[in-house]
C-alpha cells in the first residue's frame, strides 16, 4: 500500500485572487496555487476553500517519490518555508519547451542559488560563462497566464523577492546559455521567439 507519510505529498489547488498593479492602476486577477495538505483525515469539502456545491473543478498534485542520490524518495521539505515550483527547459537548438518536474525551494534561498539546483538536477554544467533566461507564468486578465521574463539583476535577491506572485504552483521557464558553446549554425532563439512563433 501507500504511506502517506513517505511515499506521496497531496497540495490541493485553490484559486486565489491577487492584486497587481497594472498601468498606474491595481487589478484583482484570479490565479491557481498549490497548498500542501497535512490533514488526510478531513474531508474533501473541508479541503477546499471554497464551496464545492458550485461544481467547480476540485483538483489535487500528488508529488510522488523521484530518483534522487541513487534511491526513490520524496523531495525534502519544509512546510512553513518551501515553495513548490514547476520547471520547464527551453531548448533553443530544438526550439522545444521540456517538462522537468518540479523543485522545492525555502523561499529565503537566492534566485541564483535554484537556479544552480535546478541546473545541477537536470545534468546541465554551468560555467562562469553560463548565463541563464527565466521566465514566470503570471495570470492576465482573461484567467489565462502569459509568461513574463524575470530581470538578470535580480538573481541575487530571494525567491520571495523575485517571484510575483510568490505561491506554491508557480511555473517558470528557464534557458540555459553558455556564451562560449554557442553554435552559428544553430541561431539562439528564446521561450518568447517559442510563443511568438506559436501565435503567428
Do not use: M
Amino acid at each position: 500500500g501507500v504511506n502517506l507519510d513517505e511515499d506521496i505529498r497531496i497540495w490541493i489547488v485553490h484559486t486565489h485572487e491577487i492584486h497587481v498593479n497594472h498601468h498606474y492602476h491595481s487589478q484583482s486577477l484570479l490565479t491557481s496555487a498549490l497548498v500542501f495538505c497535512d490533514d488526510y483525515d478531513k474531508k474533501i469539502i473541508d479541503l477546499f476553500e471554497y464551496d464545492i456545491s458550485d461544481r467547480r473543478t476540485l483538483s489535487i498534485f500528488v508529488e510522488q517519490k523521484i530518483f534522487l542520490n541513487g534511491i526513490y524518495q520524496l523531495l525534502a521539505f519544509d512546510k512553513d518555508d518551501d515553495l513548490l515550483i514547476f520547471v520547464r527547459f527551453y531548448n533553443s537548438r530544438y526550439e522545444s519547451l521540456l517538462h522537468y518536474g518540479h523543485f522545492l525551494f525555502s523561499q529565503q534561498q537566492s534566485f541564483q542559488k535554484c537556479l544552480n539546483d535546478i541546473a545541477l538536477q537536470i545534468k546541465v554544467s554551468i560555467s562562469p560563462s553560463t548565463t541563464f533566461i527565466v521566465h514566470q507564468a503570471v495570470p492576465t486578465h482573461n484567467q489565462t497566464h502569459q509568461y513574463e521574463l524575470i530581470k538578470a539583476s535580480t538573481y541575487d535577491l530571494s525567491l520571495n523577492q523575485v517571484l510575483d506572485p510568490c505561491l506554491s504552483g508557480v511555473s517558470i521557464i528557464i534557458q540555459i546559455i553558455d556564451i562560449n558553446q554557442t553554435n552559428d549554425d544553430y541561431p539562439l532563439t528564446t521561450a518568447e521567439d517559442y510563443f511568438r512563433n506559436i501565435e503567428n
